[in-house]
């Protein structure tokens, strides 16, 4: 103490000074003072706030968020830093920038206890469907769920969550609702074993088929109980016998003919033997034995994910342990969120979803995949972590460093025989990265490769700009959002990022970078990005938005994309630009202002509104 109030008379010192040793009587040197130099190493832990990083650098949270408002970064002390800010900031003070090494992911996951027995009770079992095609799955469950969408297959709509639950004498059993192998598969792939008992369909007229044997594999594979559905009964020339035969010859034998599984015939067209199929079905979970705890949080797997163009990212997860309630933090896959909603499978809205239920939440920060794991999280901050974690591990795993480049320049690359170009394709809906993938295969140009390093379905993220970084990507969005800060990343780390709104575009610009001719002498460049906080409607006007501009500039006349949810859903002219109520030809950054678009109405507070601007590149 008496240190500092001497400090005080002098020159003011840095703190790091002020413990300088005074030379003491004995001259002996200390060894601990001379291996101890001036902490300049600055080591990034997840979930690291802005207190955390000034603690470490021995500053006042102030000064840190007072560089960060250079930045142009708002934080506030106990928000979090993230590793760019922090290692920007390190190196503003001079300090040399490292991250905590993380080996073991479980330190980060909260260690739960086992379950107490005491606590167990029975939860319904959970039932997927498989078998040949055309055997009937589909209109099975559709049977089972009392509904008659079967004409969707022909074009109609069908509406689920992925799952289903089905009560009978007060015991529930669920049912994945994704008739076919490859969702098995592909959750099975991911590691996901979330179905207790196979109902094996295989139609009396037809028998075993490839598809039949497929099923047996996978569902021998991920050790379920199979009980066999003979379909089509009212069929002529329905005959179970040749397919008990049939399926006995492959290992699975009739329970009546001395073996294990149980055979059930029905109609799935006529409904009849379905209320025999469901009693065996409950009589094998009985005998399973199978029992969750709902006093702890909930852990489950995505059986769906999806953006939805009005709610953001969707998931249905099935609950496996645990209750999963409104306002949990989570973690799916590697994917952060907190539960915003929850719909059960008739589409009311729940509070609580018990073990083996599945219910459908938004909240999500992205879109997770089929087969993630789901896990409920005590602490906010730990969620974070493990998603971050587990994002930067996916992300390290797939690529190196290597130099950026942009459409222009992959001609330009010298001394390589064959070109690589490396894409990553961000677009609304799975259905145009596969048209795009489709496509991209059937440009031939001589000397030069395409690679597709990642697809995903919503906004272009951080993410996906570091990764392109590492491995020399060009990212290709269709109509999909970029946000200011991920574009402020992208032009900070050279990355290029090119947003379309039909797929031939994008191919005719890759086939010409291909063969080096994109010579683009203008192009759209983004300016600015406002926020729409009200819109009124007025009458011959239509809806004119309360907007603040969050980056850039807005002007009269420019081009606008409007952005709901990560999605553009809109594209076309900014109508009317004003400040109060005079007309304006620009607003800048921080302002507010009013716009309409021309020829839509559609607008909704929280919109972002991308404008653009021709210019000259
Ligand atoms: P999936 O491909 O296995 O999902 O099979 P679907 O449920 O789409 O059924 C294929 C066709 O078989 C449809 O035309 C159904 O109407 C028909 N079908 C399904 N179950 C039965 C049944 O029990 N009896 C008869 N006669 N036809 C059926």
New binding site residues.
């Given amino acids: 103490m008496s240190k500092y109030i001497a400090s005080k008379k002098g020159p003011k010192k840095q703190p790091s000074e002020v413990v300088e040793k005074k030379p003491t009587t004995f001259k002996k040197k200390s060894p601990i003072r001379k291996e101890m130099p001036v902490k300049k190493d600055i080591t990034f832990k997840m979930g690291m706030t802005v207190s955390d990083l000034a603690n470490q650098m021995k500053k006042p949270a102030a000064e840190i968020i007072k560089k960060l408002m250079f930045m142009r970064i708002m934080a506030s002390q106990n928000q979090e830093i993230g590793k760019e800010n922090a290692e920007l900031i390190a190196m503003e003070f001079g300090y040399d920038f490292q991250e905590e090494v993380i080996t073991d992911l479980s330190r980060f996951e909260e260690i739960e206890d086992e379950d107490d027995p005491k606590d167990l009770v029975e939860r319904p079992a959970v039932v997927t469907i498989m078998?040949?095609?055309?055997?009937?799955?589909?209109?099975?469950?559709?049977n089972i769920r009392n509904s008659r969408v079967?004409a969707s297959?022909a074009g109609g709509i069908t509406q689920h969550i992925g799952a289903y639950q089905v009560k009978r004498g007060g015991k529930a059993i669920t049912f994945i609702d994704t008739?076919?192998h490859a969702a098995f598969t592909e959750m099975r792939a991911r590691g996901a074993r979330i179905t207790d008992i196979v109902v094996l369909?295989v139609?009396a007229d037809d028998g075993v088929m490839p598809q039949t044997r497929e099923a047996i594999d996978h569902a021998k594979a991920s050790e379920c109980a199979i009980i066999v559905a003979v379909?089509?009964?009212?069929?002529v020339g329905a005959n179970p016998d040749r397919v008990k035969q049939e399926l006995a010859d492959l290992g699975i034998l009739p329970d009546d003919w001395g073996g294990e599984t149980p055979f059930c015939n029905?109609?799935?067209?006529?409904g009849t033997g379905i209320s025999d199929l469901l009693d065996t079905i409950q009589l094998v979970a009985e005998l399973l034995e199978l029992k969750a705890n709902p006093k702890r949080n909930a852990t489950g797997t995505v059986i769906e994910a999806k953006l939805d163009k009005g709610r953001g990212p969707v998931a249905t997860i099935l609950i496996n342990n645990g209750t999963l309630r409104n306002t949990d933090v989570f973690v799916a896959g590697a994917v952060y969120g907190k539960v915003r909603n929850m719909t059960d499978d008739l589409g009311e809205k729940i509070d609580e979803a018990a073990p083996g239920s599945a219910v459908e939440i938004i909240g999500l920060q992205s879109v997770p995949l089929a087969g993630d794991p789901f896990k409920v999280f005590k602490e906010e901050k730990t969620a974070k972590n493990v998603a971050e974690t587990r994002a930067d591990r996916i992300f390290d795993e797939s690529h190196s460093a290597k130099e950026p480049l942009t459409l222009e320049e992959f001609f330009k690359k010298q001394g390589e025989d064959t070109k690589e170009l490396k894409l990553i394709i961000k677009a609304d809906v799975q259905g145009s990265i596969e048209a795009f993938k489709g496509s991209i295969d059937k440009i031939e140009v001589l000397g030069a490769e395409i690679e597709i390093v990642r697809t995903g379905v919503g906004a272009v993220t951080d993410t996906d700009v570091l990764l392109a970084e590492a491995s020399t990507a060009i990212i290709i969005g269709f109509g999909v959002g970029v946000p200011a800060s991920v574009r402020a990343l992208a032009s900070g780390k050279g990355v290029e990022i090119r947003n379309y709104r039909v797929i031939y575009e994008a191919l005719d610009d890759i086939e010409a970078a291909m063969k080096g001719m994109l010579d683009p002498v203008f192009e759209q460049k983004i300016i600015g990005e406002v926020e729409v906080r009200e819109t009124y409607s007025v009458s011959k006007v239509g809806t004119i938005a309360g907007c603040m501009v969050t980056s850039g500039v807005v002007q009269k006349g420019t081009l606008a994309k409007l952005v709901r949810n990560g999605i553009i859903i809109f594209e076309g002219k900014l109508g009317s630009l004003k400040r109060f109520k005079d007309d304006v030809k620009e607003v800048r950054q921080g302002f507010e202002c009013g716009v309409t678009l021309e020829n839509y109405n559609d607008l909704k507070p929280g919109d972002i509104i991308e404008i653009s601007a021709m210019k000259e590149v």
């Fill in positions: 078998g040949h095609v055309d055997h009937g799955k589909t209109t099975l469950l559709d079967v297959e008739p076919g369909v139609a379909n089509k009964m009212d069929k029905i109609s799935a067209l006529k």
